[in-house]
């Protein structure tokens, strides 16, 4: 199983996720082009997309999503609420290509994936829980709570991508207008450094890898802030002492991070162009 978020913040959100050679994408909100070009800088190319999955219908999330999905007819899936809230932004699409999920499960490119709500001001908002055979990805972003649906699905993934969007204090001091700031850290907003980092003292487990913080306020936040306050936190975790090989990392605002790697990512297309895409980056 291999994963990298694209983009990752309020002015563009994606993350690729796949195995064996097959992916899809969690949100496209960025321009299609600049979705391609991350792709082809992680060794994917679009031919191994099979499908864009829509947590929420924030233009950070659907910006590039229809011009993605006509340009390389790719199936968007999403629940109804969602497709209703996007509907006008993501313009025409092939019937083949609106898939509405009235299931809480599915399967993607050869994966089982699990809608995790979330609590945002949007229409609907989701994360993610996605399982190849043992491995498992929890992905949450875009929240302003840990809602108790979270709690419950994604404990002791094998990956997590979590949301630290911004310090308590930088928020509370800075220059936002005063609106803003109880939208960002209300029930409905989107999570801090402290509630990230309470959330991986709670899910994170003995066979927990790699943690990915995401969507960073470039205003009320820093990646080393991020980084700091949540490795602080989990200091002393009686789990985290015991998997030496947790690995935490802040998703860049503007750019991939390289493909990180869970378990042996044997298979692959027919030239094999994902194995040695993967070797190279390594986890
Ligand atoms: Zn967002
Ligand atoms: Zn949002």
Sequence with gaps: MFFATLASGSSGNAILVG?????????????????????????????????????????????????????????????????????????????????????????????????????????ESYGLLAR??????????????????????????DALIIEANHDGDMLWRGRYPRFLKKRVAGEFGHLSNTQAGEALRDWIGENTQKVVLAHLSAENNTPALALKTVVEMLRGHPVRQKCAQLKIRVAPRHEPHELIVLGEERGSNTDGQRVRAAGAAGP
């Design 132 to 157: 190849d055979g043992e491995l498992t990805l929890g992905v949450a972003t875009d929240t302003g709570v840990i809602t108790p649906d979270m709690r419950a699905k994604l404990r002791g993934c």
């Design 19 to 123: 195995a064996r050679g097959r992916g899809f994408l969690i949100d496209a909100g960025l321009p299609a082009a600049r979705v391609l070009e991350s792709l082809r800088r992680v060794g994917c190319g679009p031919e191994e997309l099979e499908g864009i999955f829509v947590t929420h219908e924030h233009v950070d999330h659907i910006r590039g999503v229809g011009v993605l999905a006509r340009a390389c007819g790719l199936p968007v899936y999403a629940t109804a609420g969602v497709w209703a809230a996007m509907a006008g932004a993501v313009g025409a699409l092939p019937a083949a290509c609106r898939m509405v999920l009235t299931d809480d499960t599915f399967a993607l490119a050869g994966m089982n994936l699990t809608l995790v709500r979330t609590s945002h001001d949007s229409v």
